[in-house]
């Protein structure tokens, strides 16, 4: 496993393991999808070579610039420079030039004018629930809601789908079933289907 692979999938545990989470947008609520907010990312323990910045930005991709991207965060223009960039994960590890105006973002780097990007994370989100079907390419899940109750959505399994995350208990695709809780990363871009990227058990 690659040193960049190696932060990512540390980085990854973070993301599932310590933020709060927040809406994708005023509609996502219903379908229980959420994604992280914008507090600084800690150094996670499992590898060195995630070291996080200072600082952080979310919002939705509004312009590609040479070298970076402007991000509406709450509805201010922050420029962003992907020069020191070390990965950026878009369903998987991709280059900076994979992001897309329209891309929901997490970036995580130091603070400054522009913001400078260590770690970017593209249409990433959480569900949360039940397995009510499970076949080959995906499963219903019963989702719960921020604001309370449950809602099916169909979540298919990404062809980069891994299971568990580093320091957690060993997880396989032997171990779905239906009737079973799970926690997931997902991914989901312009209103395509959502695809689990990670998923772990409670």
């Not at 800690?42 to 996080?52: D, G, H, K, L, Q």
């Not at 590609?64 to 420079?81: C, F, K, N, T, Y």
């Not at 998987?92 to 891309?103: K, N, W, Y």
């Amino acid at each position: 496993m690659s040193r960049v692979r190696v932060a990512l999938v540390s980085s990854l545990a973070v993301l599932v393991v310590t933020f709060t989470w927040l809406t994708f947008s005023s509609g996502a609520d219903a379908v229980g999808v959420t994604r992280p907010n914008a507090s600084p990312s800690p150094s996670p323990t499992s590898s060195p070579e995630f070291r996080p910045g200072a600082s952080s930005v979310s919002g939705r991709v509004v312009r590609l610039i040479p070298g970076g991207a402007v991000v509406d965060s709450a509805g201010r223009q922050v420029e962003v420079s992907f020069t020191r960039v070390v990965d950026v994960w878009r369903e998987t590890s991709v280059p900076a030039t994979a992001i897309e105006v329209g891309d929901d973002v997490f970036v995580n780097g130091a603070d400054g004018s522009p913001f400078v990007a260590r770690y970017i994370y593209a249409n990433i989100g959480r569900v949360d629930g039940v397995i009510r079907e499970l076949d080959a390419s995906g499963m219903l899940v019963d989702a719960h809601l921020r604001s309370g109750g449950t809602t099916l959505r169909r979540i298919d399994f990404s062809e980069y789908l891994e299971f568990g995350y580093p320091g957690g208990p060993k997880v396989t695709a032997t171990d779905l079933a239906v009737g079973r809780d799970i926690g997931m990363v997902v991914y989901g871009h312009a209103g395509d289907q959502l695809r689990a990227t990670r998923i772990w058990f409670w």
